[in-house]
């Protein structure tokens, strides 16, 4: 698969343009032994895909209730498009956290501030790892960024609910629990895939993110 860069999720609701499934960055066997190829092919190509697809459906729905000024099926659609567009949000973030080249330790400011907000990295990586362990159900564990306070902070989400709408927090980085991610895999022992997937986090992006967010 040729590499491409992701796309911005969730524009507009005003805009005509509908949302694409993203590219990946690498192959789907490229995170292999952590997480094998045949779960890459069906969370990406079936799953996130379906997220897109819905959403654009919600979208044009909720573009011909506003027209109508249609309040109440404006109100029950929000659910299905807080779903699928966090489902969107939050997988085209997660695949660019991830990296065949990735593993280790973060480097620079994000390292400085991890040290700073969680005492360090061995606490910071045991706190998200429970965090995510915890999730009852589906959901994700995520590093975000507290602009307000400027520090990072652990945080979990239900369902595909996005961090950033739900909590007020910026994403730095996301873990997917949900079963899918890694059940072919790991089955029903997430404790397995939390540890295994801590080889292919790409800091590097993690690093741009909170970089970003501080400007």
């Not at 079936?46 to 697809?53: E, G, L, M, P």
């Not at 109100?75 to 065949?100: C, D, R």
Request: a positive charge.
């Amino acid at each position: 698969r040729s590499s491409a860069k992701l796309v911005a999720p969730l524009g507009c609701l005003v805009s005509r343009q509908k949302h694409t499934l993203p590219d990946l960055p690498y192959d789907y066997a490229a995170l292999e032994p952590h997480i094998n190829a045949e779960i890459m092919q069906l969370h990406h190509s079936k799953h996130h895909a379906t997220y897109v697809n819905n959403l654009n459906v919600v979208e044009e729905k909720y573009k011909e209730a506003l027209a109508k000024g249609d309040v109440t099926t404006q109100v029950s659609l929000q659910p299905a498009l807080k779903f699928n567009g966090g489902g969107h949000i939050n997988h085209t973030i997660f695949w660019t956290n991830l990296s065949p080249n990735g593993g280790g330790e973060p480097k620079g400011e994000l390292m400085e501030a991890i040290k700073r907000d969680f005492g360090s990295f061995a606490n910071f990586k045991e706190k998200l790892t429970a965090v995510s362990v915890g999730v009852q159900g589906s959901g994700w564990g995520w590093l975000g960024y507290n602009k307000e306070q400027g520090r990072l902070q652990i945080a979990a989400c239900a369902n595909q609910d996005p961090l950033q709408g739900t909590t007020g927090l910026i994403p730095l980085l996301g873990i997917d629990v949900w079963e899918h991610a890694y059940y072919l895999q790991y089955k029903n022992v997430r404790p397995d895939y939390l540890k295994a997937i801590w080889n292919v986090i790409n800091w590097e992006n993690v690093s741009s993110r909170y970089s970003t967010c501080k400007k």
